[in-house]
Every structure is written in structure tokens, then in C-alpha cells.
């Protein structure tokens, strides 16, 4: 499961240089740019809740099937619109982006489920490694996917990488296909979806520690988003960069957070947690001026792993 879920986490790195870079020179607006990662997020937003909820109330197994059979499918497609322009007819900023957002619609749907499938793979005293080998596979798609989707993309074109990130769910789907374990139910039978929506939004509320985190992650995403957004275009137009840049920049995220990793976990048994997000803060700040001024790519990188450093102190998935 961790080998087929990193394989096809790499595949999704690899979609998100492909398109990004395709829409620079589909549309030169930078808004049309910043879309694709809004095409890409909105969905967790949306889904988060009701994905959350699905989770408990089906078959996990049933589910985490039907969400990567899913992203195969609009990966594939997008691959064959992207790579055969003249029998499909080729593709436009619009149809990119209703596409991305579908396929990032299946990937908020199968969030919960998988993170809710880890208990039911290992026994509880192993549940702790569990979570950390999770957190490093993922981090470890994100620094090799981007570059090796810049490298595709500059040899082969984007409809090659929408090909390999559908290829990339193929193995997913295998390994859950042959897991036999049918994981047991969480809720009595007959739970209504709305009953299970109302109960998790009553339980938040009521959670106060929660509303802090969530209105300080919430500022931070808010400003941070700015990197995932605009990077295609600062790579292209003040790098002069070409897409294996941009691949590399991206991925200098992921190597970012595995660095992080390492380096935080010592620094919190000295410190407390609002001494390190406030430290992470001020250098996120330093990092973002610095790939704002920085105008060659070999500046650029550093900058790009030191400020998603900084960034792990906010979000859960880094």
C-alpha cells in the first residue's frame, strides 16, 4: 500500500508541473495560471466535510477504488486531449481546468478514506510508524515528482505526464483490489449522511483549542497559496526558466519538508510549539522576499526549501 501510494503520489507531483506549465502557454494571464491551483484545492474545501463523512458511513475499500479508478479516468482523458490534439480535438484554458478540478474532486474524496484506512493495515503499536512512514513517502513524492514531471514534460510534452499520472493510479488500485480485509464498520447501520455531517460540524465547534489552530492556518494558507499560484509564472517570466525549472522549483518544496522533518522534531522537545510557528513565520517572511527578488534559478532554489521549512509548522499533509 505505502510503495503504490507514493508511486501515484509521484504521478500527482507530476500533474501539477504538467498543468501549471501547460496553462502558461495556453493563457498568458497570470489569473488563469492561479486558477489551476485553485482548480485543484477548491475541491478539499468542498468535499472535505462530506468525504470525511462517506468514510465512516461505506465500504473504505469500495470507495478508495471507486476515487482512483476516478482520477485514472480524467487523468487518462486529459492525457489523450493533450496528446493526440487532432483526434480529440486538443484542449482549452476552461476545459484544463474543469478537468484539474475533477480530478482534484477525487482526490478530496479519497483522502479521508485512506487516512482513515491506516489503523486497519497495522496493529495499534505500530500505528505511530504508521503515520510517520505516511508523512515521509508523501513528502518524498513531492520532492521527486515535480522534478521528474519538469523532465517528462520537457522531453515528451504534457500529454506524456497526464499518461504516467494515470498510469501512476493503476497500482493503487491493484493492491486494494487484492486487500482481502473488509474494514468493519464505524457507525451504527442506518446513520444518515445528514446526522453525521451535522455531529462532525457540532464537535468542532464545541472543540476550542481547534478554533485557534484553524483561524492561524487559515491566515497562513491564505498567504502562503501565493507561492503555489504564481511560481509557474515567476519561472517563466523573471527566471526565464522552462518547465524542468519550474519542476525543480517545486520540488525543492518537497525536499524542503523532508529537511523540516528532520530538523523540527529535535527543536520541539526545547521549545514550544508557539515559539517555532512564530520563528517559522518570520523566516517564511525572509523566504518569500527572497524568491521575490531573487531573479536566477540557482538563488531561487534555497529560497524555495527554506520557506516550505517554515511552512510545515502550519499544515497537517506537510
Given at each position: 500500500?505505502?510503495?503504490?501510494?507514493?508511486?501515484?503520489?509521484?504521478?500527482?507531483?507530476?500533474?501539477?508541473?504538467?498543468?501549471?506549465?501547460?496553462?502558461?502557454?495556453?493563457?498568458?494571464?497570470?489569473?488563469?495560471v492561479a486558477l489551476v491551483q485553485t482548480a485543484t484545492t477548491l475541491p478539499i474545501f468542498l468535499l472535505g466535510l462530506p468525504a470525511g463523512?462517506?468514510?465512516?458511513?461505506?465500504?473504505?475499500?469500495?470507495?478508495?477504488?471507486?476515487?482512483?479508478?476516478?482520477?485514472?479516468?480524467?487523468?487518462?482523458?486529459?492525457?489523450?486531449?493533450?496528446?493526440?490534439?487532432?483526434?480529440?480535438?486538443?484542449?482549452?484554458?476552461?476545459?484544463?481546468?474543469?478537468?484539474?478540478?475533477?480530478?482534484?474532486?477525487?482526490?478530496?474524496?479519497?483522502?479521508?478514506?485512506?487516512?482513515?484506512?491506516?489503523?486497519?493495515?497495522?496493529?495499534?503499536?505500530?500505528?505511530?510508524?504508521?503515520?510517520?512512514?505516511?508523512?515521509?513517502?508523501?513528502?518524498?513524492?513531492?520532492?521527486?515528482?515535480?522534478?521528474?514531471?519538469?523532465?517528462?514534460?520537457?522531453?515528451?510534452?504534457?500529454?506524456?505526464?497526464?499518461?504516467?499520472?494515470?498510469?501512476?493510479?493503476?497500482?493503487?488500485?491493484?493492491?486494494?483490489?487484492?486487500?482481502?480485509?473488509?474494514?468493519?464498520?464505524?457507525?451504527?447501520?442506518?446513520?444518515?449522511?445528514?446526522?453525521?455531517?451535522?455531529?462532525?460540524?457540532?464537535?468542532?465547534?464545541?472543540?476550542?483549542?481547534?478554533?485557534?489552530?484553524?483561524?492561524?492556518?487559515?491566515?497562513?494558507?491564505?498567504?502562503?497559496?501565493?507561492?503555489?499560484?504564481?511560481?509557474?509564472?515567476?519561472?517563466?517570466?523573471?527566471?526565464?526558466?522552462?518547465?524542468?525549472?519550474?519542476?525543480?522549483?517545486?520540488?525543492?518544496?518537497?525536499?524542503?519538508?523532508?529537511?523540516g522533518a528532520a530538523v523540527l522534531a529535535p527543536v520541539r522537545s526545547r521549545y514550544s510549539v508557539d515559539k517555532i510557528v512564530a520563528v517559522?513565520?518570520?523566516?517564511?517572511?525572509?523566504?518569500?522576499?527572497?524568491?521575490?527578488?531573487?531573479?536566477?534559478?540557482?538563488?531561487?532554489?534555497?529560497?524555495?526549501?527554506?520557506?516550505?521549512?517554515?511552512?510545515?509548522?502550519?499544515?497537517?499533509?506537510?
Amino acid at each position: 500500500m505505502w510503495i503504490a501510494s507514493v508511486a501515484s503520489n509521484i504521478g500527482t507531483w507530476m500533474h501539477t508541473v504538467g498543468a501549471s506549465w501547460l496553462m502558461t502557454s495556453l493563457a498568458a494571464s497570470p489569473l488563469l495560471v492561479a486558477l489551476v491551483q485553485t482548480a485543484t484545492t477548491l475541491p478539499i474545501f468542498l468535499l472535505g466535510l462530506p468525504a470525511g463523512v462517506m468514510a465512516d458511513l461505506i465500504d473504505r475499500r469500495k470507495l478508495l477504488i471507486f476515487t482512483q479508478s476516478w482520477m485514472l479516468g480524467v487523468a487518462a482523458l486529459l492525457g489523450l486531449l493533450v496528446g493526440l490534439p487532432k483526434v480529440f480535438g486538443g484542449i482549452g484554458p476552461w476545459w484544463l481546468l474543469a478537468l484539474t478540478f475533477a480530478l482534484g474532486a477525487g482526490s478530496a474524496m479519497n483522502g479521508p478514506a485512506w487516512a482513515a484506512a491506516i489503523p486497519e493495515l497495522v496493529p495499534r503499536d505500530e500505528l505511530p510508524a504508521a503515520v510517520a512512514l505516511n508523512s515521509v513517502g508523501f513528502n518524498i513524492a513531492r520532492a521527486v515528482g515535480p522534478a521528474l514531471g519538469g523532465m517528462v514534460m520537457a522531453s515528451a510534452g504534457a500529454g506524456a505526464v497526464f499518461m504516467a499520472n494515470a498510469v501512476s493510479f493503476l497500482g493503487v488500485i491493484v493492491v486494494l483490489w487484492s486487500w482481502k480485509e473488509r474494514p468493519p464498520a464505524v457507525r451504527e447501520p442506518g446513520t444518515r449522511f445528514r446526522d453525521a455531517m451535522r455531529e462532525g460540524l457540532v464537535y468542532v465547534r464545541n472543540a476550542g483549542p481547534f478554533h485557534a489552530v484553524l483561524a492561524r492556518a487559515g491566515m497562513f494558507s491564505l498567504a502562503g497559496s501565493a507561492l503555489w499560484a504564481m511560481l509557474p509564472v515567476v519561472a517563466r517570466d523573471e527566471l526565464k526558466s522552462t518547465s524542468l525549472g519550474y519542476g525543480i522549483l517545486l520540488g525543492c518544496l518537497g525536499a524542503g519538508s523532508v529537511v523540516g522533518a528532520a530538523v523540527l522534531a529535535p527543536v520541539r522537545s526545547r521549545y514550544s510549539v508557539d515559539k517555532i510557528v512564530a520563528v517559522g513565520v518570520v523566516l517564511f517572511a525572509i523566504a518569500t522576499i527572497g524568491l521575490a527578488a531573487l531573479k536566477t534559478l540557482a538563488l531561487a532554489v534555497p529560497a524555495s526549501q527554506g520557506r516550505d521549512r517554515d511552512g510545515r509548522c502550519f499544515s497537517g499533509r506537510r
